[in-house]
Nanobody, 125 residues
């Protein structure tokens, strides 16, 4: 599966952005989808993941209550709605896909075998 992320940009603290990831190839519903981010000088970290049917999501503690992940299986898209953005959210955001069973939602980046190219989110304080 190939992934293409978009929607990043420059936003003031407290603002919102919506990231979109479009998948092509493969059977989209076979994959758990995740968003990860990598800030300068830091490791890539899990942000949010959503199960194959869209009925189950997991979030990093740092974004709970502010970010919402969703997916549209018919359109092969996954979204990350980011509200109440903080300067600490500044990073390159990547969407990723993990071939998984229905009851599995990995948060370990090593489990994700497919990655998009990343989109930069900059939050100014």
């Amino acid at each position: 599966v190939q992934l293409q992320a978009s929607g990043g940009g420059l936003v003031q603290a407290g603002g919102s952005l919506r990231l979109t990831c479009v998948a092509s190839g493969g059977t989209f519903t076979y994959y758990t989808m995740g968003w990860f981010r990598q800030a300068p000088g830091k490791e890539r970290e899990f942000v949010a993941g959503i199960g194959r049917s869209g009925g189950w999501a997991e979030y990093a503690d740092s974004v709970k209550g502010r970010f919402t992940i969703s997916r549209d299986n018919g359109k092969k898209k996954v979204f990350l709605q980011m509200d109440s953005l903080e300067s600490e959210d500044t990073a390159v955001y990547y969407c990723a896909a993990a071939r998984s069973i229905v009851t599995d939602l990995p948060i370990d980046k090593a489990r994700y075998g497919y990655w998009g190219q990343g989109t930069l989110v900059t939050v100014s304080s």
